[in-house]
């Protein structure tokens, strides 16, 4: 079965512009996660989606990140306008649904603000 | 909130030896999930193994065993017969069992280095 898949892998930007990163999660996997993983630091939960519904957004700077998940498949995340601690691994995960154990991730974007 | 401590920043071992990295949680939970994740560089996060609070028995994948400590809230990874391709970020993550909200926490990770 295909993985979780991200895109782009590598992203270079100056602070104060936009960018957006993209997910597809494991097809039939109902739950997807985004995560920051800054350099040094474990991941850390943005965001969680139940099919395109928000969970969890406790932890998403809402005044720059916006995320979505129209139609309970793929994702995209947003940044607007970055800064420069916005400078990390942004990770994709996903979860069959709640009884489920085991996240699986994706490769991740890596984002440098310049 | 629950928090989870890797205080080994880095690890050595040596090809065909055995390496034990710790881990420790803080939690108010009875039930819950760890896990450990590899992360090799530039390269995606996967699983190596999970333990369940609830079952006595630790855990084994192959070369991989923990020593889960419920009472003292210490989950470690062994890893047996090193290999070079075990080189690789760990990470070890707390997850509640309960509702929605299975975000995973993660530690800081720690670097493990192997050599020939």
């Known amino acids: 079965e295909a993985g979780v898949a991200q895109s782009p892998r590598y992203k270079i930007i100056e602070k104060r512009q936009s960018v957006a990163f993209w997910c597809n999660p494991i097809s039939g996997h109902a739950t997807l996660y985004w995560y920051q993983q800054i350099l040094g630091q474990g991941p850390k939960l943005l965001i969680q989606?139940?099919?395109?519904?928000?969970?969890?957004d406790s932890q998403l700077p809402k005044d720059r990140f916006s995320a979505e998940r129209l139609k309970g498949v793929d994702s995209t995340l947003k940044i607007q306008p970055a800064k420069l601690e916005d400078s990390a691994v942004y990770l994709c995960?996903?979860?069959?649904?709640?009884?489920?154990?085991?996240?699986?991730f994706g490769p991740g974007t890596r984002l440098l603000v310049l | 909130a629950q928090t989870v401590t890797q205080s080994q920043p880095e690890m050595s071992v040596q090809e065909a030896e055995t390496v034990t990295l710790s881990c420790t949680y803080d939690?108010?939970?009875?039930?819950?999930?760890l896990f450990w994740y590899k992360q090799p560089p530039s390269r995606q996060m996967i699983l190596v193994i999970r333990q369940e609070a609830y079952k006595q028995q630790n855990a084994t994948e192959n070369r991989f065993s923990v020593n889960f400590q419920k009472a003292a809230k210490s989950f470690s990874l062994k890893i047996s017969d090193s290999q070079l391709g075990d080189a690789a970020m760990y990470f070890c993550a707390y997850r509640s069992p309960q509702g929605g909200f299975q975000k995973l926490v993660f530690g800081t990770g720690t670097r493990l280095l192997v050599s020939p």
């Open positions: 995960a996903s979860i069959l649904g709640p009884g489920s154990k085991t996240q699986y």
């Open positions: 989606f139940q099919n395109n519904g928000v969970v969890d």
């Open positions: 939690t108010s939970e009875s039930d819950y999930y």
